[in-house]
Protein backbone atom coordinates (compact mmCIF):
# COMPACT_ATOMS: atom_id res chain seq x y z
CA UNK A 1 0.00 0.00 0.00
CA UNK A 2 1.44 3.86 -0.57
CA UNK A 3 0.40 6.66 -0.29
CA UNK A 4 -0.77 9.15 -3.64
CA UNK A 5 1.34 12.63 -3.66
CA UNK A 6 2.45 14.83 -6.07
CA UNK A 7 6.06 14.25 -6.03
CA UNK A 8 8.13 17.75 -5.55
CA UNK A 9 9.69 17.43 -8.66
CA UNK A 10 6.31 17.13 -9.84
CA UNK A 11 5.50 20.97 -8.61
CA UNK A 12 6.63 22.46 -12.04
CA UNK A 13 10.40 23.62 -11.93
CA UNK A 14 10.00 27.60 -11.85
CA UNK A 15 12.30 28.87 -14.43
CA UNK A 16 14.78 31.55 -13.28
CA UNK A 17 13.77 34.82 -15.54
CA UNK A 18 16.31 36.36 -17.48
CA UNK A 19 18.19 39.07 -15.20
CA UNK A 20 16.58 41.68 -17.01
CA UNK A 21 13.53 41.28 -15.18
CA UNK A 22 15.13 41.95 -12.18
CA UNK A 23 16.70 45.38 -13.64
CA UNK A 24 14.00 47.37 -11.64
CA UNK A 25 15.31 46.24 -8.44
CA UNK A 26 17.75 48.31 -7.04
CA UNK A 27 21.47 46.42 -6.39
CA UNK A 28 24.69 45.37 -7.42
CA UNK A 29 25.38 42.27 -8.84
CA UNK A 30 29.41 42.17 -8.70
CA UNK A 31 31.88 41.16 -11.76
CA UNK A 32 31.17 39.06 -14.60
CA UNK A 33 30.69 35.25 -14.14
CA UNK A 34 31.50 35.51 -9.97
CA UNK A 35 29.41 38.23 -8.82
CA UNK A 36 29.71 39.23 -5.25
CA UNK A 37 30.62 35.96 -3.74
CA UNK A 38 33.71 36.34 -2.55
CA UNK A 39 32.44 39.55 -0.78
CA UNK A 40 30.24 37.86 0.39
CA UNK A 41 32.46 34.99 1.57
CA UNK A 42 35.19 37.25 3.17
CA UNK A 43 32.17 38.95 5.24
CA UNK A 44 28.65 37.89 5.31
CA UNK A 45 27.52 40.14 7.91
CA UNK A 46 29.03 43.67 6.94
CA UNK A 47 27.97 42.81 3.27
CA UNK A 48 24.47 42.68 3.54
CA UNK A 49 24.27 45.29 6.34
CA UNK A 50 26.00 47.17 3.40
CA UNK A 51 23.60 46.19 0.86
CA UNK A 52 21.00 47.07 3.08
CA UNK A 53 22.31 51.10 4.06
CA UNK A 54 22.70 50.90 -0.02
CA UNK A 55 19.85 49.86 -1.73
CA UNK A 56 17.70 49.61 0.96
CA UNK A 57 15.48 46.29 2.40
CA UNK A 58 14.86 44.44 -1.01
CA UNK A 59 18.21 44.59 -3.03
CA UNK A 60 19.78 42.63 -6.16
CA UNK A 61 22.69 40.89 -5.77
CA UNK A 62 24.99 37.78 -7.50
CA UNK A 63 26.22 34.67 -5.59
CA UNK A 64 27.42 31.73 -6.18
CA UNK A 65 26.72 32.17 -10.34
CA UNK A 66 23.06 33.18 -9.73
CA UNK A 67 20.98 36.63 -9.48
CA UNK A 68 19.13 36.60 -6.18
CA UNK A 69 16.79 39.61 -4.48
CA UNK A 70 17.35 39.48 -0.99
CA UNK A 71 14.59 40.76 1.49
CA UNK A 72 15.33 42.06 4.87
CA UNK A 73 13.50 42.59 8.17
CA UNK A 74 11.12 40.32 9.81
CA UNK A 75 8.10 41.44 7.68
CA UNK A 76 10.18 39.87 5.00
CA UNK A 77 11.25 36.76 7.13
CA UNK A 78 7.60 36.10 8.26
CA UNK A 79 6.49 36.39 4.03
CA UNK A 80 9.00 34.19 3.02
CA UNK A 81 8.66 31.43 5.96
CA UNK A 82 5.32 31.44 6.69
CA UNK A 83 3.28 31.38 2.78
CA UNK A 84 0.43 30.60 3.89
CA UNK A 85 -0.23 30.72 -0.30
CA UNK A 86 2.64 28.14 -0.89
CA UNK A 87 4.80 30.80 -2.80
CA UNK A 88 7.97 30.06 -1.78
CA UNK A 89 9.36 26.51 -2.86
CA UNK A 90 12.22 25.20 -0.19
CA UNK A 91 12.85 21.99 -2.95
CA UNK A 92 14.05 24.62 -5.52
CA UNK A 93 15.38 27.23 -3.24
CA UNK A 94 17.94 24.63 -1.65
CA UNK A 95 18.43 22.45 -4.34
CA UNK A 96 21.34 23.75 -6.04
CA UNK A 97 23.28 23.49 -2.60
CA UNK A 98 21.88 19.82 -0.92
CA UNK A 99 20.01 18.32 -4.19
CA UNK A 100 23.35 16.37 -4.81
CA UNK A 101 23.91 14.75 -1.72
CA UNK A 102 20.95 15.43 0.32
CA UNK A 103 17.96 14.40 -2.45
CA UNK A 104 14.81 14.29 -0.99
CA UNK A 105 15.40 14.92 2.56
CA UNK A 106 12.47 16.71 4.51
CA UNK A 107 13.46 20.70 3.82
CA UNK A 108 14.04 19.61 -0.09
CA UNK A 109 10.37 18.69 -0.02
CA UNK A 110 7.49 20.72 -0.70
CA UNK A 111 4.08 21.82 -0.01
CA UNK A 112 1.55 18.43 0.59
CA UNK A 113 3.98 15.98 -0.13
CA UNK A 114 6.51 17.72 2.48
CA UNK A 115 3.60 18.03 4.82
CA UNK A 116 2.91 14.60 4.78
CA UNK A 117 6.44 13.36 5.38
CA UNK A 118 7.00 16.12 8.51
CA UNK A 119 4.03 14.28 9.95
CA UNK A 120 5.60 10.68 9.30
CA UNK A 121 9.07 11.84 10.51
CA UNK A 122 7.87 13.89 13.76
CA UNK A 123 6.83 10.25 15.79
CA UNK A 124 10.62 10.25 15.93
CA UNK A 125 10.82 13.77 17.90
CA UNK A 126 8.19 12.87 20.90
CA UNK A 127 8.74 12.74 24.41
CA UNK A 128 9.35 9.02 24.47
CA UNK A 129 11.81 9.01 21.90
CA UNK A 130 13.36 12.30 23.24
CA UNK A 131 14.11 10.28 26.26
CA UNK A 132 16.05 7.23 25.18
CA UNK A 133 17.94 10.05 22.92
CA UNK A 134 18.52 11.96 26.36
CA UNK A 135 19.80 8.50 27.89
CA UNK A 136 22.69 8.38 25.24
CA UNK A 137 23.39 12.53 25.36
CA UNK A 138 23.88 12.25 29.10
CA UNK A 139 26.49 9.30 29.11
CA UNK A 140 28.21 10.61 25.90
CA UNK A 141 28.48 14.11 27.19
CA UNK A 142 29.78 13.21 30.62
CA UNK A 143 31.98 10.84 29.30
CA UNK A 144 34.16 13.64 27.31
CA UNK A 145 33.54 15.92 30.09
CA UNK A 146 35.16 13.86 31.85
CA UNK A 147 38.19 13.59 29.47
CA UNK A 148 38.62 17.36 29.28
CA UNK A 149 39.26 17.41 33.04
CA UNK A 150 41.63 14.98 32.80
CA UNK A 151 43.59 17.21 30.90
CA UNK A 152 43.05 20.83 32.24
CA UNK A 153 44.71 23.61 30.35
CA UNK A 154 44.11 25.43 26.60
CA UNK A 155 41.64 23.24 24.64
CA UNK A 156 40.36 23.96 20.99
CA UNK A 157 36.78 24.15 21.34
CA UNK A 158 35.74 23.73 17.48
CA UNK A 159 36.95 20.26 16.87
CA UNK A 160 36.22 19.20 20.32
CA UNK A 161 32.69 20.09 19.73
CA UNK A 162 32.52 18.38 16.02
CA UNK A 163 33.56 14.98 17.59
CA UNK A 164 31.36 15.25 20.43
CA UNK A 165 28.11 16.42 18.04
CA UNK A 166 29.28 13.77 15.46
CA UNK A 167 29.94 10.86 18.63
CA UNK A 168 26.47 11.37 19.88
CA UNK A 169 24.99 11.36 16.46
CA UNK A 170 26.24 7.93 15.96
CA UNK A 171 24.79 6.55 19.20
CA UNK A 172 21.54 8.63 19.59
CA UNK A 173 20.68 8.74 15.80
CA UNK A 174 22.26 4.96 14.87
CA UNK A 175 21.67 3.28 18.28
CA UNK A 176 25.18 1.50 19.68
CA UNK A 177 24.39 -1.17 18.11
CA UNK A 178 26.45 0.57 15.46
CA UNK A 179 29.96 -0.43 17.17
CA UNK A 180 32.78 -0.96 15.08
CA UNK A 181 31.36 0.79 12.27
CA UNK A 182 31.05 4.19 13.69
CA UNK A 183 34.63 5.73 12.62
CA UNK A 184 33.78 4.55 8.76
CA UNK A 185 30.10 5.73 8.92
CA UNK A 186 31.30 8.89 10.28
CA UNK A 187 34.18 9.43 7.98
CA UNK A 188 31.76 8.68 5.15
CA UNK A 189 29.04 11.34 6.64
CA UNK A 190 31.80 13.79 7.52
CA UNK A 191 32.62 13.95 3.85
CA UNK A 192 28.91 14.38 3.00
CA UNK A 193 28.76 17.06 5.04
CA UNK A 194 31.91 18.98 4.05
CA UNK A 195 30.62 18.43 -0.13
CA UNK A 196 27.49 19.88 0.68
CA UNK A 197 29.18 23.43 1.40
CA UNK A 198 31.75 22.86 -1.06
CA UNK A 199 32.64 25.82 -3.58
CA UNK A 200 33.52 23.26 -6.67
CA UNK A 201 30.11 21.88 -7.22
CA UNK A 202 30.93 18.94 -9.68
CA UNK A 203 32.33 15.54 -8.04
CA UNK A 204 35.53 15.83 -10.27
CA UNK A 205 37.75 14.07 -9.18
CA UNK A 206 39.97 14.81 -5.99
CA UNK A 207 37.81 17.52 -5.26
CA UNK A 208 35.27 17.29 -2.15
CA UNK A 209 32.44 16.69 -3.85
CA UNK A 210 33.78 13.50 -5.42
CA UNK A 211 34.55 12.62 -1.36
CA UNK A 212 31.13 13.67 -0.83
CA UNK A 213 29.21 11.60 -3.23
CA UNK A 214 31.31 8.23 -2.69
CA UNK A 215 30.48 8.71 1.36
CA UNK A 216 26.70 8.92 0.13
CA UNK A 217 27.45 5.84 -1.77
CA UNK A 218 28.68 4.30 1.57
CA UNK A 219 26.01 5.89 3.90
CA UNK A 220 23.19 4.30 1.14
CA UNK A 221 24.78 1.23 1.38
CA UNK A 222 24.77 0.93 5.42
CA UNK A 223 21.44 2.08 5.57
CA UNK A 224 20.02 -0.12 3.09
CA UNK A 225 21.63 -3.09 4.77
CA UNK A 226 20.17 -2.38 8.16
CA UNK A 227 16.99 -1.15 7.61
CA UNK A 228 15.53 -4.97 7.83
CA UNK A 229 17.46 -5.57 10.49
CA UNK A 230 16.10 -2.68 12.39
CA UNK A 231 12.82 -3.40 11.19
CA UNK A 232 13.22 -7.07 12.97
CA UNK A 233 14.62 -5.88 15.84
CA UNK A 234 13.64 -2.89 17.23
CA UNK A 235 15.33 0.12 18.86
CA UNK A 236 14.97 3.28 20.55
CA UNK A 237 17.48 5.16 18.15
CA UNK A 238 16.23 7.43 16.13
CA UNK A 239 16.80 5.22 12.63
CA UNK A 240 15.26 2.68 14.64
CA UNK A 241 11.84 4.89 14.99
CA UNK A 242 12.17 5.49 11.20
CA UNK A 243 12.22 2.39 10.31
CA UNK A 244 8.97 1.75 11.76
CA UNK A 245 7.46 5.09 11.59
CA UNK A 246 4.42 5.10 9.07
CA UNK A 247 2.35 7.51 6.47
CA UNK A 248 -0.87 8.52 7.59
CA UNK A 249 -2.59 5.74 5.87
CA UNK A 250 -0.27 2.89 7.63
CA UNK A 251 2.06 2.32 5.00
CA UNK A 252 5.51 2.01 6.32
CA UNK A 253 8.05 4.90 5.23
CA UNK A 254 9.91 2.96 2.06
CA UNK A 255 13.63 1.95 1.99
CA UNK A 256 14.03 4.97 0.04
CA UNK A 257 12.73 7.61 1.90
CA UNK A 258 14.70 6.58 5.28
CA UNK A 259 17.82 6.84 3.33
CA UNK A 260 16.85 10.21 2.35
CA UNK A 261 15.57 11.41 5.77
CA UNK A 262 18.37 9.62 7.65
CA UNK A 263 21.04 11.13 5.22
CA UNK A 264 19.04 14.79 5.85
CA UNK A 265 18.79 14.61 9.14
CA UNK A 266 21.97 13.83 10.29
CA UNK A 267 23.48 16.63 8.31
CA UNK A 268 21.03 19.16 9.64
CA UNK A 269 21.63 18.08 13.15
CA UNK A 270 25.94 18.07 12.89
CA UNK A 271 27.02 21.61 11.38
CA UNK A 272 24.63 23.34 13.39
CA UNK A 273 24.77 21.77 16.55
CA UNK A 274 28.99 21.98 16.56
CA UNK A 275 28.30 25.90 15.25
CA UNK A 276 26.05 26.92 18.20
CA UNK A 277 27.32 24.83 21.34
CA UNK A 278 31.12 26.59 20.02
CA UNK A 279 29.24 29.66 20.16
CA UNK A 280 27.58 28.93 23.49
CA UNK A 281 31.25 28.36 24.68
CA UNK A 282 32.55 30.85 23.43
CA UNK A 283 30.25 33.38 25.07
CA UNK A 284 30.14 31.46 28.26
CA UNK A 285 33.89 31.32 28.97
CA UNK A 286 33.92 35.34 27.76
CA UNK A 287 31.31 36.46 30.65
CA UNK A 288 32.61 34.45 34.07
CA UNK A 289 29.02 36.63 35.56
CA UNK A 290 26.75 34.26 33.45
CA UNK A 291 29.04 31.54 33.58
CA UNK A 292 27.97 31.59 37.27
CA UNK A 293 24.71 32.09 36.81
CA UNK A 294 23.80 29.06 34.80
CA UNK A 295 25.72 27.14 37.06
CA UNK A 296 24.11 28.66 39.73
CA UNK A 297 20.96 27.60 38.28
CA UNK A 298 21.95 24.20 37.05
CA UNK A 299 23.59 23.87 40.94
CA UNK A 300 19.73 24.12 42.02
CA UNK A 301 18.85 20.83 40.16
CA UNK A 302 20.31 18.80 42.99
CA UNK A 303 22.00 16.50 40.90
CA UNK A 304 24.84 14.34 42.73
CA UNK A 305 28.13 14.41 40.80
CA UNK A 306 27.54 12.27 37.41
CA UNK A 307 23.95 12.14 37.78
CA UNK A 308 21.88 12.37 34.37
CA UNK A 309 19.80 15.44 34.01
CA UNK A 310 16.15 13.83 33.76
CA UNK A 311 14.11 14.72 30.57
CA UNK A 312 11.63 16.56 33.21
CA UNK A 313 14.61 18.41 34.92
CA UNK A 314 15.08 19.97 31.17
CA UNK A 315 12.33 22.79 31.97
CA UNK A 316 13.99 23.79 35.36
CA UNK A 317 16.54 25.65 32.73
CA UNK A 318 15.50 28.58 31.71
CA UNK A 319 18.38 30.77 32.19
CA UNK A 320 20.70 28.03 30.51
CA UNK A 321 17.82 28.22 27.44
CA UNK A 322 18.11 32.09 27.28
CA UNK A 323 22.00 32.47 26.69
CA UNK A 324 21.56 29.27 24.30
CA UNK A 325 19.01 31.61 22.38
CA UNK A 326 21.56 34.85 22.87
CA UNK A 327 24.29 32.66 21.21
CA UNK A 328 22.39 32.19 17.93
CA UNK A 329 20.87 34.95 17.96
CA UNK A 330 24.53 36.51 17.68
CA UNK A 331 25.93 33.27 15.37
CA UNK A 332 22.50 31.77 13.64
CA UNK A 333 24.37 28.61 12.24
CA UNK A 334 21.94 28.34 9.48
CA UNK A 335 22.84 32.63 8.36
CA UNK A 336 20.79 32.92 5.21
CA UNK A 337 17.69 30.56 4.24
CA UNK A 338 17.19 30.52 0.26
CA UNK A 339 13.82 29.64 -1.95
CA UNK A 340 12.53 30.03 -4.84
CA UNK A 341 9.36 31.87 -6.14
CA UNK A 342 6.81 30.14 -7.71
CA UNK A 343 4.52 32.86 -8.93
CA UNK A 344 5.11 36.11 -9.08
CA UNK A 345 4.62 38.50 -6.43
CA UNK A 346 5.44 41.60 -4.74
CA UNK A 347 6.95 42.78 -2.15
CA UNK A 348 7.61 46.71 -0.62
CA UNK A 349 6.37 47.64 -3.91
CA UNK A 350 8.56 45.56 -6.32
CA UNK A 351 7.34 43.22 -7.89
CA UNK A 352 9.17 40.05 -8.35
CA UNK A 353 8.89 37.79 -11.03
CA UNK A 354 8.51 33.92 -10.95
CA UNK A 355 11.12 31.51 -10.37
CA UNK A 356 13.66 34.72 -9.06
CA UNK A 357 16.09 33.32 -6.17
CA UNK A 358 15.04 34.81 -3.34
CA UNK A 359 17.57 34.99 0.09
CA UNK A 360 16.37 36.09 4.00
CA UNK A 361 19.23 36.63 6.05
CA UNK A 362 18.67 35.56 9.89
CA UNK A 363 22.29 36.92 10.87
CA UNK A 364 21.28 40.44 9.71
CA UNK A 365 17.63 40.55 11.33
CA UNK A 366 19.62 39.60 14.48
CA UNK A 367 21.21 42.46 14.92
CA UNK A 368 19.10 44.99 13.49
CA UNK A 369 19.60 47.86 16.71
CA UNK A 370 16.09 49.14 16.52
CA UNK A 371 14.92 45.15 17.56
CA UNK A 372 18.35 44.34 19.54
CA UNK A 373 19.68 47.54 21.05
CA UNK A 374 23.58 47.08 21.14
CA UNK A 375 23.17 44.37 18.42
CA UNK A 376 27.19 42.85 19.52
CA UNK A 377 26.39 42.62 23.12
CA UNK A 378 25.81 39.06 24.58
CA UNK A 379 22.32 39.34 26.83
CA UNK A 380 20.71 36.43 27.75
CA UNK A 381 17.80 38.99 29.08
CA UNK A 382 16.74 39.71 25.93
CA UNK A 383 14.63 36.17 26.36
CA UNK A 384 12.86 37.46 29.28
CA UNK A 385 8.74 36.79 28.68
CA UNK A 386 8.84 40.47 29.26
CA UNK A 387 11.67 41.32 26.93
CA UNK A 388 10.22 39.59 24.32
CA UNK A 389 6.81 41.22 24.37
CA UNK A 390 5.77 43.32 21.51
CA UNK A 391 9.09 41.85 19.57
CA UNK A 392 8.00 40.57 16.08
CA UNK A 393 7.94 36.84 15.70
CA UNK A 394 10.29 36.38 12.92
CA UNK A 395 12.59 38.64 14.83
CA UNK A 396 14.42 35.56 16.32
CA UNK A 397 14.59 33.19 13.47
CA UNK A 398 17.74 30.77 13.69
CA UNK A 399 15.45 27.54 13.19
CA UNK A 400 13.47 29.21 10.52
CA UNK A 401 9.74 29.35 10.72
CA UNK A 402 6.59 28.10 9.19
CA UNK A 403 6.12 24.66 7.57
CA UNK A 404 9.61 24.21 7.16
CA UNK A 405 10.56 25.07 11.26
CA UNK A 406 13.49 22.78 12.17
CA UNK A 407 12.19 19.46 13.71
CA UNK A 408 15.06 18.68 15.42
CA UNK A 409 15.12 21.97 17.72
CA UNK A 410 13.62 20.19 20.99
CA UNK A 411 16.66 18.02 20.12
CA UNK A 412 18.88 20.71 20.06
CA UNK A 413 17.91 22.57 23.14
CA UNK A 414 18.31 19.45 24.85
CA UNK A 415 21.44 18.48 23.34
CA UNK A 416 22.49 22.22 24.46
CA UNK A 417 20.94 21.65 28.43
CA UNK A 418 22.84 18.42 28.89
CA UNK A 419 26.00 19.82 27.30
CA UNK A 420 25.53 22.68 29.99
CA UNK A 421 24.61 20.97 33.25
CA UNK A 422 27.35 18.77 32.37
CA UNK A 423 30.06 21.08 31.54
CA UNK A 424 29.71 24.25 33.79
CA UNK A 425 29.61 21.94 37.11
CA UNK A 426 32.72 20.42 36.13
CA UNK A 427 34.77 22.63 34.28
CA UNK A 428 35.37 26.73 34.99
CA UNK A 429 35.92 28.06 30.98
CA UNK A 430 37.69 31.29 30.49
CA UNK A 431 39.67 32.72 27.43
CA UNK A 432 43.25 32.90 26.97
CA UNK A 433 44.59 36.96 27.94
CA UNK A 434 43.87 39.31 25.34
CA UNK A 435 42.80 36.88 22.93
CA UNK A 436 39.92 37.61 20.76
CA UNK A 437 38.53 34.98 18.49
CA UNK A 438 37.46 35.62 14.94
CA UNK A 439 34.79 33.41 12.86
CA UNK A 440 34.03 32.70 9.72
CA UNK A 441 30.31 33.24 9.18
CA UNK A 442 29.24 31.53 5.96
CA UNK A 443 28.38 28.72 4.95
CA UNK A 444 27.95 28.46 8.81
CA UNK A 445 29.36 30.36 11.67
CA UNK A 446 33.08 28.67 12.75
CA UNK A 447 35.71 30.22 14.71
CA UNK A 448 38.82 30.61 12.12
CA UNK A 449 41.37 29.47 14.96
CA UNK A 450 39.04 26.65 16.50
CA UNK A 451 38.39 28.78 19.44
CA UNK A 452 40.97 28.56 22.74
CA UNK A 453 39.85 27.87 25.51
CA UNK A 454 40.93 27.61 28.81
CA UNK A 455 39.20 24.77 30.96
CA UNK A 456 39.66 24.75 34.28
CA UNK A 457 38.52 21.76 36.93
CA UNK A 458 35.81 23.45 39.67
CA UNK A 459 36.79 20.77 42.64
C1 LIG B 1 20.99 24.53 17.01
C2 LIG B 1 20.77 23.59 16.14
C3 LIG B 1 19.93 23.74 14.91
C4 LIG B 1 19.63 24.85 14.16
C5 LIG B 1 20.06 26.27 14.42
C6 LIG B 1 18.79 24.42 13.06
C7 LIG B 1 18.29 25.27 12.09
C8 LIG B 1 17.37 24.89 11.13
C9 LIG B 1 16.75 25.78 10.18
C10 LIG B 1 17.04 27.26 10.04
C11 LIG B 1 15.89 25.06 9.44
C12 LIG B 1 14.93 25.57 8.36
C13 LIG B 1 15.60 25.88 7.06
C14 LIG B 1 14.66 26.48 6.06
O1 LIG B 1 13.50 26.78 6.35
O2 LIG B 1 15.11 26.71 4.94
C15 LIG B 1 15.98 23.69 9.89
C16 LIG B 1 15.27 22.65 9.35
C17 LIG B 1 15.39 21.35 9.78
N1 LIG B 1 16.15 20.88 10.84
FE1 LIG B 1 17.27 21.99 12.08
N2 LIG B 1 18.60 23.08 13.16
C18 LIG B 1 19.27 22.63 14.27
C19 LIG B 1 19.33 21.33 14.74
C20 LIG B 1 18.65 20.28 14.18
C21 LIG B 1 18.68 18.94 14.71
C22 LIG B 1 19.41 18.51 15.97
C23 LIG B 1 17.91 18.18 13.88
C24 LIG B 1 17.58 16.72 13.94
C25 LIG B 1 17.71 15.98 15.00
C26 LIG B 1 17.39 19.05 12.84
C27 LIG B 1 16.56 18.67 11.83
C28 LIG B 1 15.97 19.53 10.92
C29 LIG B 1 15.05 19.10 9.89
C30 LIG B 1 14.56 17.68 9.64
C31 LIG B 1 14.70 20.24 9.17
C32 LIG B 1 13.76 20.32 7.97
C33 LIG B 1 12.37 20.64 8.45
C34 LIG B 1 11.36 20.74 7.32
O3 LIG B 1 11.75 21.02 6.19
O4 LIG B 1 10.19 20.53 7.62
N3 LIG B 1 17.86 20.32 13.06
N4 LIG B 1 16.88 23.62 10.94
Given amino acids: MSIQVADSSLVATPIAPPRSALAHIPGDEGWPIIG ?15 MGRTYGPVYRSRVLGETSITLLG ?40 HRLHRRALSVAFKAGPMQSYLAELNSGIARRVAQWRAQPGEMLCYPEMKRLTLDLAATSFLGTAIGAETAEINAAFVDMVAASVAPIRKPWPGTAMARGVKGRKRIVAYFSEQIPIRRAKGGDDLFSQLCRATHEDGALLSTQDI ?26 AADPEWQQRLRAEIAALGLKPGEPISFE ?7 TEMAFKEA ?25 PAGTMIAINPLHTHHMPEIWPEPDRFDPLRFTDEA ?6 FAWIPYGGGAHMCLGLNFAYMQAKCFAVHLLQNLNLGLPANYQSSWQMWPIPKPKDGLRVNVTPLH
Fill in 259 to 284: IDHMSFLMMAAHDTLTSSLTSFVAAL
Fill in 388 to 393: QRGRHR
Fill in 313 to 319: QLDALPL
Fill in 36 to 50: RTLEVLADPKGQVQM
Fill in 74 to 113: PEANELVLFDNTKLFSSTHGWGSILGLLFPRGLMMLDFEE
Fill in 328 to 352: MRLRPPVPSLPRRATREFSFRGFAI
